[in-house]
């Protein structure tokens, strides 16, 4: 089992930066790869963006390449996500993800593991 728990959404304006973390526990040694997906009320989760744990290999979503930067750390078992330049569009509940066997990095189903999700809204 691995548990995940997100942590510093809130409230940005317009052009700011907010960073979200995400805490990674239980059997870590399992996990290839983590991700961060978003959701807003009403529409499907979508990929953002994810990295190869360990060798820190990224992909990213078009709408937020250039913008987001997702990283890891395997000694303290986090994963961040930094994200700069923020749009309203960018407003979701933002979750992280775990995945413990070989497949594509947006395929939601092949991610066994999720965290509760935080807020981020973007807002003058």
């Known amino acids: 089992q691995v548990q995940l728990a997100e942590s510093g959404g809130g409230l940005v304006q317009p052009g700011g930066s907010l960073s979200l973390s995400c805490a990674v526990s239980g059997h870590t040694a399992n996990i290839l790869r983590m991700g961060w997906f978003r959701q807003v009320p009403g529409k499907e989760r979508e990929f953002v963006t994810a990295?190869?744990?360990?060798?820190?290999?990224?992909y990213y979503a078009d709408s937020v390449r250039g913008r987001f930067t997702v990283s890891s750390d395997r000694v303290k078992n986090t994963m961040s996500l930094h994200m700069s330049g923020l749009k309203p569009e960018d407003t979701a509940v933002y979750y992280c993800?775990?995945?413990?066997?070989?497949?594509?990095?947006?395929?939601?189903?092949?991610?066994?593991?999720w965290g509760q999700g935080t807020q981020v809204t973007v807002s003058s």
């Open positions: 993800a775990a995945q413990t066997r070989p497949s594509s990095p947006t395929y939601q189903p092949s991610y066994n593991y």
């Open positions: 990295i190869r744990w360990g060798d820190e290999t990224s």
